[in-house]
């Protein structure tokens, strides 16, 4: 079995909040809810429209505000919540995504 198609978990140190729209008796209502893990899955090549221009080298590096929209679409959150995730959170998050990113990255 290919663990590539698997989700991988990742906790949160400090939690992020996400918003979202219910609708209850056709009425739209917005509702904030505590995030305290991500699961995170694979990233497509659709994905790489969310990356900003240029935020790849030449040799393949990323610059830093790439992180943003691939955790945003790796863990399928809204970006302004990927935003929250705290510094030390990061590093926990990009070593569980590796194996979900091309080995030429």
Known sequence: ??????????????PITIKRTI?????AV?????IVELEL??????DLRNLPVGCIDK????????FI????SSANIPIESAEQIDFRDLDEIMEKMSPFLPKSL
């Not at 917005?30 to 505590?34: D, H, L, P, S, T």
């Not at 040799?59 to 790439?66: I, K, L, R, S, V």
């Not at 929209?69 to 945003?72: D, F, L, N």
């Open 23 to 27: 609708i209850t008796d056709g009425k």
């Open 69 to 72: 929209p691939m955790v945003a």
């Open 1 to 14: 079995m290919d663990n590539i198609n698997k989700k991988i978990k990742a906790i949160l140190q400090y």
């Open 59 to 66: 040799n393949g590096n990323f610059a830093p505000e790439a």
């Open 30 to 34: 917005e509702k904030e809810e505590e």
């Open 41 to 46: 899955g694979r990233l497509l090549l659709k």
